[in-house]
């Protein structure tokens, strides 16, 4: 098994890059760190580093929403993102509202600050909370350490699901910060229902337990991370190993690679290094955003861009 040579190594904690047992805090000092390329980038009247904390973790929620819309993670007006709001029992959740043009076009707007049980002063009527809030807030209540919970639907991801084909480490160089996701069984979570209550979400928050990742089979999956950039790159590198193991599930058996050459990837998937590797990643969605015309930068008019 995977998890053997695993634990022989490294814990597994420290290879998936999770920090699982780090204290509170570290959430929000991934928030301010992580994305200072990207800040870089961002449009001069955008709230400098700093300067409105809450604001900037709304934009980034936003610019997850689009980057994992562009990519094909999210469809239509499906599929969420969530923030800690650091220090409080409250989140910043990617809501509907009248101005509801779909994932792709999500704007900072859309993204409300509520409590773990869905309520706000934020909706003002004009914003929906969606019916599965519960997965993000008894994620976010469970785990202190998530600073970031993605749900969505992503299509390889339900195809392996639904025919039961495990995510497995398929391959090494090509991506291994992928693999480092599917080392150990990814935990799959077996009722094809909304996650419309905290009970339902309770079940879910169970099977995930301390994983990063919980396929929701017949329905989606569910990732979290310390950073929005660590949870909509996980999600992002998930549905990229499961497209791999779903052609290569048309043509015989999934291939297991040698342990220590799996091994040879552990200085990669450190949490610090890949926490390096995420904020380049990251900066590249966002220019690629900007690139296809769903970038974030406010129009000549001040307004942001649909
Ligand atoms: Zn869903």
Known sequence: ?????????????????????????????????????????????????????????????????????????????????????????????????????????????????LRFDGRSEELAGQYEVPIEFP???ETLRAHPEVGAVVHAHPPAILL?????????????????????????????????????????????VAVMAQREVCILRGHGVVVTGRTVEEATLRAIRLESLARVCWELARHGPLPTLPAEELASFAALLDPQRLARTDEYVWRYYVQRLEAEGLGLAPSADGAARR
Request: proline content about 7%.
């Open 1 to 113: 098994m995977f998890a053997n040579w695993l634990t022989q190594t490294l814990s597994r904690r420290r290879l998936v890059g999770m920090g699982l047992g780090a204290a509170g805090g570290t959430a929000w000092i991934a928030l301010h760190d992580a994305p200072r390329l990207a800040m870089a980038h961002a449009p001069a009247d955008w709230p400098a580093r700093g300067e409105d904390p809450v604001a900037e973790l709304r934009q980034k929620v936003a610019l997850s929403c689009r980057i994992l819309a562009m990519v094909g993670i999210v469809g239509e007006i499906n599929g969420h993102v969530s923030a800690r709001v650091p220090g409080s029992e409250e989140m910043l959740l990617r809501c509907r509202g009248g101005d509801e043009y779909g994932l792709a076009y999500t704007t900072p707007a859309a993204i409300r600050r």
């Open 135 to 137: 997965i993000h807030g």
């Open 160 to 204: 392996c699901g639904l025919a039961g084909i495990p995510l497995r480490p398929v391959f090494g160089a090509y991506d291994p910060a992928a693999i480092g996701l599917a080392l150990d069984a990814i935990p799959v979570y077996p009722r094809s229902v909304l996650i419309s209550s905290p009970a339902l979400a309770a079940e879910v």
